[in-house]
């Protein structure tokens, strides 16, 4: 996060995240990248016992009642570790646990928030489907109500810590007949019989996350387990995608910051024709434009989680949120990219870590929503406020020397 933006209690918080960082040996993340580790269990009860699981949720549950500006910092810490650790970081004490302390009961929080923020649970959230994942609507898991509770059945694929994780966040169709948004509901499944993980994936990058395909076969669930109401899983889903897609751009940040250091010190060090590489322009223009983009990209989550913690309008957040998701970490994946490209063959080994991170990023603008998801969210939204706009503001259509010439604005 940029620094002048920053409060000294923030500054401090920092420190202690980046302290964090720096008590994870390299051998740990090279264990994890080569599935040796297949789930960072003690970094996430490390960071559950240093309290910085969570950070902005009530300290009443075992947050430490602070904000998203603050959440943004954190993640851009953690995600310098590397895009797998704060992945994981970010699925359990963010997402899963976002979602039981808006919409959860008191019991709900006392049995999973509290565990899950001092790191003694593990969560996941199911759901992307075999079938499809951005198709939110289209699952074909089911619940059927069997007397005081559920019986559920499906598949899940993709889940990030699923491996590991003590209990699922699970969305499930229960009323297949009614409308789209009226037909399902969401549900805390704890890892009990007939719940099947599968560490099955050979992934690109982002490995040692646990990620895993779920399967449900007859699962029991109470009805003292749904969260929030039957049949309005949206109420759950939608709040869910501003710390799914923010929180997703702030990580991406720190994941990236790493390739630029390594390639910046790398240009100053490596002489090509009698001289540094960095005095080429060729090379010099290639990271003044990385630096360029990495501030951009913290401009826009701190601009966003300054509109979150603020209160503005629902439709106006999801707009800045889903721009903030794409060119975020669009961006740093040309960070990444560029990086490489200065350092030359030698990126491309895995004598220096920015071939791992380039391979990382690749995952930052597919999940938790695609960027062609978050254009037509863009959009949608843009169109909204547009609307609601005109009339309002001066009318720049005016500032035409034919402006008034209606034969020629004719729109078919």
């Known amino acids: 996060m940029l620094d002048h933006l920053l409060t000294p209690e923030q500054k401090s918080l920092r420190e202690e995240v980046r302290d964090l ?24 009860r490390e960071a559950g016992r240093r309290n910085l699981l969570g950070v902005r949720y009530p300290r009443e549950w075992g947050g430490r009642g602070l904000t998203w500006v603050d959440t943004g910092m954190v993640m851009e810490e953690v995600g310098v570790l590397g895009y797998i650790f704060a992945c994981t970081f ?64 499906g598949a899940k694929r993709f889940i ?31 890892r009990s019989p007939g719940v099947e993980t599968k560490y099955l994936y050979g992934l690109m990058g982002c490995r040692g996350g646990g990620t895993a395909r779920v399967v449900f076969s007859d699962v029991r669930v109470p009805d003292r387990n749904v969260l929030g109401r039957v049949n309005r899983a949206t109420d ?4 869910m995608m501003i710390p799914e897609r923010l929180g997703t751009a702030a990580m991406t940040i720190g994941a990236a910051r790493p390739a630029l250091d390594v390639a910046t010190s790398y240009t100053s060090r490596r002489k090509a024709f009698g001289k540094p590489i960095r005095e080429f322009e060729g090379v010099s223009f290639q990271v003044a434009e990385a630096v360029t983009l990495l501030d951009a990209c913290r401009a826009m989550v701190f601009t966003t989680a300054r509109a979150v913690d603020s209160g503005a309008h629902p439709n106006y957040v999801r707009r800045l949120v889903s721009q903030t998701k794409k060119f975020v970490t669009e961006s740093c994946q040309e960070v990444a990219r560029r990086s490489m490209q ?71």
């Open 160 to 190: 990030v810590g699923g491996n590991a994780a003590d209990f699922f966040l699970v969305y499930a169709k229960t009323d297949p007949s009614a409308a789209p948004h009226e037909s399902m509901t969401c549900f805390l499944v704890d």
């Open 342 to 412: 200065v350092m030359g063959g030698i990126g491309y080994t895995n004598v220096y870590p920015v071939e791992r991170i380039v391979r990382d990023l690749a995952l930052a603008s597919i999940w938790t929503g695609t960027s062609e998801v978050m254009s037509m969210i863009i959009e949608a939204e843009w169109q909204k406020e547009h609307a609601r706009r005109r009339g309002a503001l001066r009318d720049p259509e005016q500032d035409a020397e034919r402006a008034g010439d209606l034969d020629e604005k004719d729109y078919g």
């Open 236 to 239: 759950v889903f939608f709040p």
């Open 21 to 44: 960082v720096r008590s994870v040996p390299p051998s740990v993340v090279l264990a994890m990248d080569r599935d040796e580790v297949q789930f960072p269990r003690d970094f996430l």
């Open 90 to 153: 970010g699925v359990g004490a963010e997402l899963v646990c976002d979602a039981i302390v808006l919409h959860g009961t008191g019991d709900q929080k006392d049995r999973y928030v509290r565990p899950l923020l001092r790191g003694d649970l593990f969560a996941a959230e199911c759901l992307t489907e075999p079938r499809g994942g951005s198709d939110f609507f289209g699952a074909v898991t089911t619940a059927v109500r069997d007397g005081d509770g559920w019986v559920l059945n």
